[in-house]
């Protein structure tokens, strides 16, 4: 906090061995409604600054023992923010002038004093200390803001070259702040877009000629390091304008590394099922539709078989879903190492799964996969010390034989599925429009 807003008025320090002097000067400065503390020469100044603060200090140049100059270069050179100093002398050499100049005054004015001269020349000397003491402060809260700010923060100057990096923007890159400063910043912030390896994209593309003077937004490039590797970044970059002129510019980015593997999860998530990492209902929906329109440009066929476990029911009854939850592991794990890398296996959810087989190019082939599966899922489980047994009822549908579309062959295919239970369960069925009629029965 400044000295302006601590006080409520402003502190003057007189330095002079003439005690009428600094009687008049304090007549004048308390006249002027300013605080008023008095030396009588220059140790009881330095001893009075080294214990308090003071807006100016009033000082006669020539004093016995310390002398007004000698105070000045000590505060100069002992002191991160002395106070002004307005230099009282009576000598009128231009020697005299330079060395108070040159010790650290920031005025000086002659004797006889000319009151009127000397009001003014005090208000402007406060005044421009106060503000002086400000925008430093204001400076060095802009210097903390930057320094621990999470976004990397570059300024490049009107030469585009980099000015400035805050801490963040050199961890992110890979540089020190003397490897970074004054260079070019095309050589620095070397970006691509997303897919590409190029790193030709233009950060700041307002520097060209002809350019719009406008902010860029990218939110997704990749950045690369000084050791070359790449990351993601969010990036903003804004010109510095001066009547209409550019003269520089300000880029803020961030590492979206975090963010995109937590999208990436997300999406993840939402198309696998949380306990068997298969495939879920959602992938399931979005795939078949797929599916289907490129076997129709191929002038192909795909078949979906829909499975729903035999047995199941009393595992969960009699040893827990904790067992239950293990089957279906076990169940998945079966599925994915008899398909092709082509075929997709997908858990419905319960213990209701699907196979979309794509690469099979007659229904023998989807009858084969079905067989093969109540097979393999036929073969006892040991979970936990206990033998579970379970099986299969499979229900298969083929497009475009039985079906035009996604929805109408998941229903097939159900609809099949529950004809092979009706029949004995622990068998495959393959749709047939008949049993439309029965399942609404």
Known sequence: MTLSKTRRKPVVLIVDDDEILRMLLKQFLEGEEYGVVEATNGAEALQRMAASSYDLVIMDIAMPGIDGLSVCEHLKSSLDNPPPVLMITA?????????????????????????PVLRNRIRYIINAHHARLEIEELTRNYEMILD????????VDGGQKISFANPAALKMLGYTQEEILDRPYREVFKASKPGTDDFDVDCCPFFREGAAKESFHYDELRFLRKDGRSFPVDCRSDPILEKKRLVGAVLVFQDVTERQQAAELIRYMANHDSLTNLPNRNFCNKRLPQAISLAKRQDRIICLLFIDLDRFKPINDNYGHAVGDKVLLEVAQRLKKMLRASDSVCRLGGDEFVILLESTDSVEGARYVAEKTIELLNEPMVVDGHVC????????????????DANTMMQHADIAMYEAKKKGRNRYECFEPPMTSAARE
Do not use: H, M, T
């Open 389 to 404: 047994s379970i099986g299969a009822s499979i229900g298969i549908s083929i497009y475009p034989d039985d079906c035009a």
């Open 148 to 155: 621990a700010a999470a976004n990397g923060i570059c300024g």
């Open 91 to 115: 000598l009128e050499d231009d020697e005299s002038i330079d060395r108070a100049f040159s010790a650290g005054a920031v005025d000086l004015i002659r004797k006889p004093i000319q009151w």
